[in-house]
């Protein structure tokens, strides 16, 4: 005796029609098409877990790549400069979030060498306190210079690598630096010209920081700035999500007037971009999932229509209506969770190994899907999150089971009279 056949009779028989013998043609036909709702509901939960992952994946990329540069929290004193920056720093780590601070002074200028102009931000850093706040220490290109090379007074320049290549500069070439007069009769005035020697070049895998940044030493950027003092302090939490929170309470305990900005505020239209996005792409997946659910509709009908000397046999040997619903429920259920569990298999597989297939299919196929100018990374990033997954999976099963519903309710008003009638 098989395990179906110690099954209550309702899950043995529902399970006897999802395999649909092949004992006629028109079995066979309903076998295939069973075969084609497993088939799309599986497609559709793949394809939804793989452009989910993708997205999570893209966002976690380029947020973990700006925050190498970005600090968590900046502060800035409504005055334009912050005289007791040590003071402030000193109020901030009253915070047990806060795990690093460093100041830092920020302008605008033009670039420019051998004939080329690029625009830039210059930031001025204590190089021995930056790595506190930011990764850019850590990720100078090998045998390109040092971060330690900055150094008070002798003007030295590090830039991203993009912005290097832009330029075709070399470690120590001389670049000049134009930036605006910062006095009242600036639009009267030419702009002040200083040169730097670039002591290093740096690349965090982020296209707008390695295009757009450059760092000089913070008592240069304070002479160029026209500052007195550095403009304000970085600070780098011990988890990056409490940034509004610990914005927020910071706002309240410090001392002066100060304004302060989270890493999210960096570049907020970015973020709500990637979440509305996400949301769309659920939708319209789920759509596909929604389709390839209601195959089973017509699935079940068919199978209905097919089996109706059965469901007369059944019920005169005394099942209830109450039965044969089930049978077929259980039927469309079984055909929802194999395509549900397939389709769960497979997106998890592709969404893991995607750093594999995609090289390989632009390989194959002579083309870069990812722009970096655009999308700020080369590579196609994934990140399977398991709440995503069991949510997907939950819906596909969810949809399956509501198709069921309206086929079995038919089966179960089956008139035994009526469908023994011409057999």
Not at 12 to 25: D, E, F, H, L, M
Not at 262 to 289: E, G, R, Y
Not at 360 to 386: H, N, T
Request: glycine share 8%.
């Amino acid at each position: 005796m098989s395990i179906i056949d110690k099954l209550p009779y309702e899950w043995a028989v529902g399970i006897r029609y999802t395999r649909a013998g092949k004992r006629s043609a028109r079995n066979s036909f309903i076998s295939f098409i069973s075969l084609i709702s497993v088939s799309g509901i599986a497609l559709g939960v793949a394809a939804l877990i793989v452009v989910l992952s993708v997205m999570n994946g893209f966002q976690k990329e380029v947020t973990d790549r700006m925050l190498a540069v970005v600090a968590h929290i900046e502060i800035y004193d409504e005055r334009g400069a912050m005289p007791d920056w040590q003071g402030a720093i000193k109020a901030a780590y009253q915070n047990s979030a806060v795990i690093g601070a460093a100041p830092f002074a920020e302008t605008q200028g033009m670039l420019m060498y051998d004939g080329v102009m690029k625009p830039a931000v210059l930031r001025g850093v204590l190089p021995a306190e930056e790595s506190k706040v930011s990764d850019v220490p850590h990720s100078m290109v090998k045998g390109q210079g040092s971060f330690d090379a900055l150094r008070a007074g002798e003007f030295n320049i590090i830039l991203g690598s993009e912005l290097a290549k832009a330029l075709a500069l070399k470690v120590g070439d001389k670049v000049t630096l134009a930036v605006a007069p910062g006095d009242a009769s600036a639009a009267a005035s030419s702009p002040r010209m200083v040169n730097f020697t670039l002591v290093g070049i740096f690349e965090v895998g982020h296209f707008e920081f390695d295009s757009g940044l450059a760092f000089v030493h913070m008592a240069d950027a304070q002479v160029i700035a026209n500052l007195l003092a550095p403009a304000g302090v970085r600070l780098r939490l011990a988890d990056l999500h409490q940034a509004p929170q610990v914005t927020q309470e910071l706002a309240r305990t410090m001392p002066g007037s100060l304004l302060l900005r989270d890493w999210s505020k960096h570049n907020p239209t970015w973020f709500a971009a990637v979440q509305s996005q996400k949301k769309m792409m659920f939708i319209i997946l789920v759509l596909i999932i929604a389709v390839a659910a209601f195959n089973l509709v017509a699935t079940l009908a068919m199978t209905v229509t097919d089996k109706q000397a059965d469901i007369a046999i059944l019920r005169t040997l005394g099942s209830s209506p109450r039965s044969i619903m089930k049978i077929f429920m259980i039927q469309g259920a079984l055909v929802g969770i194999i395509g549900t569990a397939a389709g769960v298999g497979a997106g998890v597989l592709i969404a893991l190994n995607v750093d594999v297939i995609i090289p390989f299919i632009e390989r194959v196929l002579g083309m870069q899907f990812i722009s970096k100018e655009i999308y700020f990374i080369s590579a196609l990033p994934s990140d399977v999150r398991w709440p995503d997954v069991c949510l997907i999976a939950a819906v596909s099963v969810g949809l399956a089971f509501i198709a069921t519903l309206y086929p079995s309710f038919a089966a179960s008003r089956v008139k035994p009279a009526e469908a023994l009638r011409y057999e």
